[in-house]
């Protein structure tokens, strides 16, 4: 008897499945469109995750610092501020000088690297960068003075301005980096002008 119910099962299965599946092949693709569509239609208007970004949310990741300077908060930078602030906050990644690494050299060691005064075509870059992404470990940890002090330090030691410098918004993006000639603006539109 059970095999029997079993094997009734059995055939009752096959024949389901080979029915849905010649169903699905005369389908016409618009009718899944519409079906999909009709789906959608009946989803709620808020899914009641996730929130609203508010201002003051927005404002902490608005953070980005162009060549000309625009995006730099109001402050100014030491040389000799920041490099007390290196040699807690960098100096283990960067080496005592910035050039003993384990991490990417910052400073020139004559090795040949690309470093900030041999490479980077605008200072301002140099804070953006430490703003949004460094301690590597601790990103966004450091305050604006903290981040104008260390762009100052590493400035003077690529030898971009003197060690009793200040920099601040205003001379910030005035500085002319070294590497900022051997840039050519990409003006390529896709066709027969692309070099
Ligand atoms: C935990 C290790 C670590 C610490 C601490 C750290 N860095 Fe870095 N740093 C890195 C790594 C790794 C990179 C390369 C990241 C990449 O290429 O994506 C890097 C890259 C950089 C660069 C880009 C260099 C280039 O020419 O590409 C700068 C500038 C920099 N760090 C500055 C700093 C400063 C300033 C501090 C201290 C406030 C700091 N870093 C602390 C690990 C670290």
């Given at each position: 008897?059970m095999i029997?119910?079993?094997?009734?099962f059995?055939?009752?299965?096959?024949?389901?499945?080979?029915?849905?599946?010649?169903?699905?092949e005369?389908?016409p693709?618009?009718?899944?469109?519409?079906?999909?569509?009709?789906?959608?239609?009946s989803?709620?208007?808020?899914?009641d995750?996730?929130?609203s970004?508010?201002?003051?949310f927005i404002?902490?990741w608005?953070?980005?610092?162009?060549?000309?300077?625009?995006?730099?908060p109001?402050?100014n930078?030491?040389p000799?501020?920041?490099?007390?602030?290196?040699?807690?906050?960098?100096?283990s990644?960067?080496?005592?000088?910035?050039?003993?690494?384990?991490?990417?050299?910052l400073?020139?060691?004559?090795?040949?690297?690309?470093?900030i005064?041999?490479?980077?075509p605008y200072?301002?870059?140099?804070?953006?960068?430490?703003?949004?992404?460094?301690?590597?470990?601790?990103?966004?940890?450091?305050?604006?003075?903290?981040?104008?002090?260390?762009?100052?330090?590493?400035?003077?030691?690529?030898?971009i301005?003197?060690?009793?410098?200040?920099?601040?918004?205003?001379s910030?993006?005035?500085?002319?980096m070294?590497?900022?000639?051997?840039?050519?603006?990409?003006?390529?539109?896709g066709?027969?002008?692309?070099?």
């Open positions: 008897m029997l119910v079993i094997v009734i059995g055939i009752v299965g096959c024949r389901n499945s080979s029915v849905n599946e010649s169903k699905k005369n389908v693709v618009e009718s899944w469109s519409d079906g999909l569509k009709e789906y959608e239609a989803w709620p208007n808020r899914f995750f996730g929130r970004a508010s201002k003051e404002a902490k608005d953070i980005d610092v162009r060549p000309d300077g625009r995006g730099l109001k402050g930078g030491r000799a501020y920041g490099a007390l602030m290196y040699k807690q906050k960098c100096a990644c960067h080496g005592k000088n910035g050039y003993e690494g384990p991490e990417v050299k400073v020139d060691d004559g090795s040949g690297a690309n470093i005064g041999n490479y980077w200072a301002t870059t140099i804070f953006d960068y430490i703003r949004r992404a460094m301690p590597f470990d601790r990103p966004g940890s450091l305050t604006d003075q903290e981040v104008y002090d260390i762009t100052a330090y590493l400035l003077s030691l690529n030898q301005i003197d060690a009793d410098d200040e920099i601040n918004e205003q910030l993006p005035k500085i002319e070294p590497a900022r000639k051997q840039y050519v603006l990409d003006d390529r539109k066709g027969k002008e692309i070099k």
